[in-house]
């Protein structure tokens, strides 16, 4: 009787430490020169859940790989952004940071360098539930996220940009994101894959709201190097997603002409449903297709208030239902000196939004934001309708009196007005324009086929009213505008000047028609370097 009262006090003297552990206050672990910690792992090995680690910026720390196991965790760089270095080394033979730990949240590092032997490293290898990431710089390693498959998790990616990610086998990317709960990816800038896509996502709810997918050229400029990007978005197994709002930019120099992909590898997710929303989708590619989706997803894609720039299919699915989208086919209305693709002047564009209502969840599809550089946001500023694209038309005199569209030709016949006016080609609810004096034929060669299949025809509106004449104004007809990459064909009618090579070595040729984008076509004005052709308007 006597050791069973000791057992039960023994038992009552832990069961109160356990407690009074349990109810420890959440600790700040401070990391960097003359800190407590001299680098993040050691900081990491020493927390416990539910603590925070502050890294000093503007720092690098080299060689600093390690597993993080606990949960609930805050890390985060302060005093600028600190540099995280895998400089030959990793975790697990995994990556920089393996987590396995739950509900982590990461703000403002930069992390670059992850290979592995099965050259499959990643900058964080998800296996735990739950990741949240924001105002970061994820650049140049096998895999920038490499996220397991979990059911339960949630992961949320926001603020962040990812560049040159990407091993060059087309089986890495910038982001790869297994099959989990939900991914959020909003308001970052993901460029230049290296081989591999800008986004691929098993997620079975997919919310990708205000991002920029893009790439610079072979030559440009650019936060890292240029990459050769397969999909820019890759939504292989189908499930519920909205895609809104995002900037969407096909480079010219590529691994596969699709931009946009939806259940190719097989819909097996539970949710079938695409809602493809106020995106603007430039193709400087000249072929293609914008939006494939499986001939094995069954639901139709909603396709609403979209801009639709350059040559290339529409989309694979018969059934998409399309509303209020605006195809144009020449790819230097995209204004690129701010490098966000915001200004379209069009009538068809401005004020020409229609609300596109809920999911069938009951979700908004309404843009609420628009994206900034870089991996930015800011709020949408709507006024009156929806402009269509990813932004509203700065300059544009929202909510002036609506445009009137006076019908003037069926297809094939000749469209005739007095003075200057916007006409606009098309029929089901897709449409491309240009500013015409006095007349036009109806037909796809003087537009484009903005509706294949349909019956089309040609109106023609007083536009200023709405666009006011600065925004009318065209690119310069000295611009350069990619039209594709090597061994690819530019899409091209007429006569145009073209440019084949890098932005230091090139070759300039006068050509009338589509052109073959090659040496056998030019000459070779870089050998061994990576070319491509733009052209301009004319001799």
Same mark, same amino acid.
């Given at each position: 009787?006597?050791?069973?009262?000791?057992?039960?006090?023994?038992?009552?003297?832990?069961?109160?430490?356990?407690?009074?552990?349990?109810?420890?206050?959440?600790?700040?672990?401070? %990391?960097?020169?003359?800190?407590?910690? @001299?680098?993040?792992?050691?900081?990491?090995? #020493?927390?416990? &859940?539910?603590?925070?680690i502050e890294i000093t910026g503007d720092t690098t720390y080299s060689g600093d790989t390690c597993s993080i196991n606990?949960?609930?965790?805050?890390?985060?760089?302060?005093?600028?952004?600190?540099?995280?270095?895998?400089?030959?080394?990793?975790?697990?033979?995994?990556?920089?940071?393996?987590?396995?730990?739950?509900?982590?949240?990461?703000?403002?590092?930069?992390?670059?360098?992850?290979?592995?032997?099965?050259?499959?490293?990643?900058?964080?290898?998800?296996?735990?539930?739950?990741?949240?990431?924001?105002? @970061?710089?994820?650049? &140049?390693?096998?895999?920038?996220?490499? /996220?397991? /498959?979990?059911?339960?998790?949630?992961?949320?990616?926001? !603020?962040?940009?990812?560049?040159?990610?990407?091993?060059?086998?087309?089986?890495?990317?910038?982001?790869?994101?297994?099959? %989990?709960?939900?991914?959020?990816?909003?308001?970052? *800038?993901?460029? &230049?894959?290296?081989?591999?896509?800008?986004?691929?996502?098993?997620?079975? +709810?997919?919310?990708?709201? *205000?991002?920029?997918?893009?790439?610079?050229?072979?030559?440009?400029?650019?936060?890292?190097?240029?990459?050769?990007?397969?999909? $820019?978005?890759?939504?292989?197994?189908?499930?519920?997603?909205?895609?809104?709002?995002?900037?969407?930019?096909?480079?010219?120099?590529?691994?596969?002409?699709?931009?946009? #992909?939806?259940?190719?590898?097989? #819909?097996?997710?539970?949710?079938?449903?695409? *809602?493809?929303?106020?995106?603007?989708? %430039?193709?400087?590619?000249?072929?293609?297709?914008?939006?494939?989706?499986?001939?094995?997803?069954?639901?139709?894609?909603?396709?609403?208030?979209?801009?639709? %720039?350059?040559?290339?299919?529409?989309? +694979?699915?018969?059934?998409?239902?399309?509303?209020?989208?605006?195809?144009?086919?020449?790819? &230097?209305?995209?204004?690129?000196? +701010?490098?966000?693709?915001?200004?379209?002047?069009?009538?068809?564009?401005?004020?020409?939004?229609?609300?596109?209502?809920?999911?069938?969840?009951?979700?908004?599809?309404?843009?609420?934001?628009?994206?900034?550089?870089?991996?930015?946001?800011?709020?949408?500023?709507?006024?009156?309708?929806?402009?269509?694209?990813? *932004?509203?038309?700065?300059?544009?005199?929202?909510?002036?009196?609506?445009?009137?569209?006076? $019908?003037?030709? /069926?297809?094939?016949?000749?469209?005739?007005?007095?003075?200057?006016?916007?006409?606009?080609?098309?029929?089901?609810?897709?449409?491309?324009?240009?500013?015409?004096?006095?007349?036009?034929?109806?037909?796809?060669?003087?537009?484009?086929?903005?509706?294949?299949?349909?019956?089309?025809?040609?109106? !023609?509106?007083?536009?200023?009213?709405?666009?006011?004449?600065?925004?009318?104004?065209?690119?310069?007809?000295?611009?350069?505008?990619?039209?594709?990459?090597?061994?690819?064909?530019?899409?091209?009618?007429?006569?145009?000047?073209?440019?084949?090579?890098?932005?230091?070595?090139?070759?300039?040729?006068?050509?009338?028609?589509?052109?073959?984008?090659?040496?056998?076509?030019?000459?070779?004005?870089?050998?061994?370097?990576?070319?491509?052709?733009?052209?301009?308007?004319?001799?």
């Amino acid at each position: 009787m006597h050791s069973t009262h000791i057992v039960f006090r023994s038992i009552s003297f832990f069961s109160l430490a356990a407690a009074v552990i349990g109810s420890a206050p959440a600790a700040t672990l401070s %990391v960097g020169p003359g800190k407590a910690f @001299s680098a993040p792992c050691a900081a990491i090995a #020493a927390a416990r &859940d539910g603590d925070t680690i502050e890294i000093t910026g503007d720092t690098t720390y080299s060689g600093d790989t390690c597993s993080i196991n606990r949960n609930d965790l805050t890390i985060r760089g302060v005093d600028g952004r600190p540099r995280i270095d895998a400089a030959g080394k990793n975790a697990a033979d995994k990556g920089i940071w393996v987590v396995n730990g739950n509900n982590l949240t990461v703000d403002n590092v930069e992390m670059v360098g992850a290979k592995v032997m099965d050259a499959n490293g990643a900058a964080f290898r998800l296996q735990g539930t739950n990741f949240t990431l924001r105002h @970061s710089f994820i650049h &140049d390693n096998e895999n920038g996220i490499l /996220a397991n /498959a979990n059911p339960n998790s949630d992961i949320v990616i926001e !603020y962040t940009e990812f560049g040159h990610n990407g091993g060059g086998t087309g089986q890495t990317h910038n982001l790869y994101i297994g099959k %989990v709960k939900s991914l959020t990816f909003r308001y970052n *800038y993901s460029h &230049d894959a290296n081989v591999g896509h800008n986004l691929k996502s098993r997620a079975m +709810t997919n919310t990708i709201a *205000y991002n920029r997918f893009s790439s610079t050229n072979p030559g440009e400029k650019g936060s890292t190097a240029s990459g050769q990007p397969s999909y $820019e978005i890759d939504l292989p197994n189908a499930g519920t997603s909205y895609v809104i709002g995002n900037v969407i930019q096909q480079p010219a120099a590529n691994q596969n002409p699709t931009i946009v #992909a939806y259940g190719e590898e097989g #819909a097996t997710n539970p949710g079938q449903d695409l *809602y493809f929303v106020n995106n603007t989708v %430039v193709n400087d590619f000249g072929g293609g297709m914008f939006l494939f989706v499986s001939g094995k997803v069954s639901t139709p894609a909603l396709i609403q208030n979209n801009i639709f %720039v350059g040559n290339g299919t529409l989309s +694979t699915q018969a059934t998409a239902i399309l509303k209020n989208n605006y195809r144009v086919f020449a790819p &230097d209305i995209a204004d690129r000196s +701010t490098g966000s693709l915001r200004r379209f002047a069009s009538a068809l564009v401005i004020d020409a939004g229609t609300d596109p209502g809920k999911s069938a969840s009951g979700v908004s599809l309404a843009p609420t934001g628009q994206y900034k550089d870089v991996a930015s946001g800011e709020e949408r500023p709507v006024a009156g309708a929806l402009d269509l694209g990813a *932004y509203e038309v700065p300059g544009a005199r929202a909510g002036a009196k609506a445009v009137t569209w006076t $019908e003037c030709a /069926a297809e094939s016949k000749v469209c005739s007005f007095s003075g200057t006016h916007e006409v606009r080609f098309g029929g089901g609810g897709m449409y491309t324009s240009k500013i015409v004096t006095a007349s036009t034929p109806c037909t796809v060669a003087a537009f484009g086929d903005p509706a294949r299949g349909q019956a089309k025809t040609c109106s !023609y509106a007083d536009v200023t009213a709405v666009v006011p004449a600065a925004l009318r104004k065209t690119a310069a007809a000295s611009a350069w505008t990619p039209c594709a990459g090597e061994g690819a064909i530019c899409q091209l009618s007429g006569t145009n000047r073209v440019r084949y090579g890098t932005e230091n070595k090139n070759v300039t040729k006068v050509l009338t028609g589509p052109v073959t984008c090659s040496n056998a076509t030019f000459g070779d004005p870089d050998h061994g370097a990576l070319k491509t052709c733009s052209f301009r308007p004319g001799r």
